[in-house]
């Protein structure tokens, strides 16, 4: 199982990121996926999270309404739209597949495969 996850950058305070992860090695329409991030010295916490058929998505306080995310399950890729990015946004970001239920979908331990991860910096 592979989860490749790609489009982190260094922006600015207030610009916007792309992130995709692209996963192969497991039926995608079966799994939740999920994004979640860990900043320098802190522990990993959960982002957002999009249900196996795309309709049902769950976001952490902190990035709601400026964080999107979405699935492609044709594709097998999960995506999140990062909109006004704050300096504390800065962190390593992780996409993960796991079968949680929905009410739990926060939950890191929950998620079977996880991704490599990718760096987004934001300057202030």
């Known amino acids: 199982v592979q989860l490749p996850a790609f489009g982190g950058g260094l922006v600015q305070a207030g610009d916007s990121l792309r992130l995709s992860c692209a996963v192969s090695?497991?039926?995608?329409?079966?799994?939740?996926m999920g994004w979640f991030r860990q900043a320098p010295g802190k522990e990993r916490e959960f982002v957002a999270a999009v249900a196996r058929g795309g309709s049902g998505t769950y976001y952490a306080d902190s990035v709601k309404g400026r964080f999107t995310i979405s699935r492609d399950n044709p594709k097998s890729t999960v995506n999140l739209q990062m909109n006004n990015l704050k300096p504390e946004d800065t962190a390593v970001y992780y996409c993960?597949?796991?079968?949680?239920?929905?009410?739990?979908?926060?939950?890191?331990?929950?998620?079977?495969?996880w991704g490599q991860g990718t760096q987004v910096t934001v300057s202030s």
């Open positions: 993960a597949a796991g079968t949680p239920a929905w009410s739990a979908s926060n939950l890191e331990r929950l998620y079977s495969y």
């Open positions: 090695g497991l039926t995608f329409r079966n799994y939740v």
